[in-house]
Nanobody, 119 residues
Framework: QLQLVESGGGSVQPGGSLRLSCAAS????????IGWFRQAPGKERKGVSC???????SYADSVKGRFTISRDSAENTVYLQMNNLQPEDTAAYYC?????????????WGQGTQVTVSS
């Protein structure tokens, strides 16, 4: 059974850090692109970062220099390291799989994990 499971969300103060995990089962992450998306209440879902099957990475301008995406093939997990978190980063974060490229349609989604940044 194909499955993506996010974890690592929580509540932090501004300036804090969290590392989100996206663990896959039923398929190998090396063969797909994994994107991280976020959706705040009342707002549209937006792309945050992506790692392609070849290892290329991309970031939204709002998180460049603060977030880092990586993939651990042995663990079949993609991580999103989030540093210097700000209140505007508060959202539900989702990972999703696309075929090979970050620009392809995302066909499988995880259930999401909540990130809350407040003082």
């Amino acid at each position: 059974q194909l499955q993506l499971v996010e974890s690592g969300g929580g509540s932090v103060q501004p300036g804090g850090s969290l590392r989100l995990s996206c663990a896959a089962s039923g398929f190998t992450l090396d063969s797909v692109a994994i994107g991280w998306f976020r959706q705040a209440p009342g707002k549209e879902r937006k792309g945050v970062s992506c790692i392609s099957s070849s290892g290329g990475t991309s970031y939204a301008d709002s998180v460049k220099g603060r977030f880092t995406i990586s993939r651990d093939s042995a663990e079949n997990t993609v991580y999103l390291q989030m540093n210097n978190l700000q209140p505007e980063d508060t959202a539900a974060y989702y990972c999703a799989a696309a075929e090979f490229s970050c620009s392809n349609e995302y066909y499988y989604w995880g259930q999401g994990t909540q990130v809350t940044v407040s003082s």
